[in-house]
């Protein structure tokens, strides 16, 4: 599996903070996208998911996650959606592609890059959505950018 190490810039992002089903994921997304367009908000990239609940215990009940999209300046916070600052950090990143069925089979390949490399991973996971529900109807076309924060050891 390719792979890569990014520095994430300081950004803007706007997120919901959020305890439920996975399933809600859907619902979250659009309100984000209502928001986006109701306060004529300029965003950059595609949205993501960061998970606080483990990856693979998601679907066994409510997860605790966050949803967002960066955002090119602040703007007016509403009902749950949030404008927050997020400091540069450094991730180390792969292409997930295809349905999320087996999306674990590639956080264990980025695990063991980070061992092979001495990379300490020091936070939640992050999925940017590249193709997927949102904008692609093929599920073996879906994209799934998957990003732990780390740092070297």
């Not at 792979?3 to 994921?25: F, M, S, T, W």
């Not at 950059?44 to 609940?53: A, K, L, M, Q, R």
């Not at 997860?63 to 927050?84: L, S």
Request: contains cysteine.
């Amino acid at each position: 599996m390719e792979h890569e190490i990014k520095i994430i810039p300081d950004q803007k992002l706007a997120v919901i903070n959020y305890k439920g089903p996975i399933d809600d994921l859907d619902i979250l997304i659009s309100k984000l996208a209502d928001w986006i367009d109701a306060e004529d908000v300029e965003t950059e990239g595609d949205p993501f998911i960061v998970y606080y609940s483990p990856r693979h215990e998601v679907n066994d009940g409510d997860a605790v996650y966050d949803v967002g999209i960066v955002v090119k300046e602040d703007a007016d916070e509403k009902d749950m959606i949030r404008v927050v600052d997020m400091v540069e950090h450094k991730m180390l990143c792969g292409i997930h592609e295809g349905p999320t069925d087996n999306i674990m089979d590639t956080y264990a390949k980025l695990v063991d890059v980070a061992q092979a490399n001495n990379y300490d991973i020091i936070g939640s996971p992050k999925e940017v959505f590249i193709k997927s529900i949102y904008n692609c109807d093929n599920e073996d076309e879906f994209l799934t950018e998957i990003q732990l924060p780390i740092i070297e050891m």
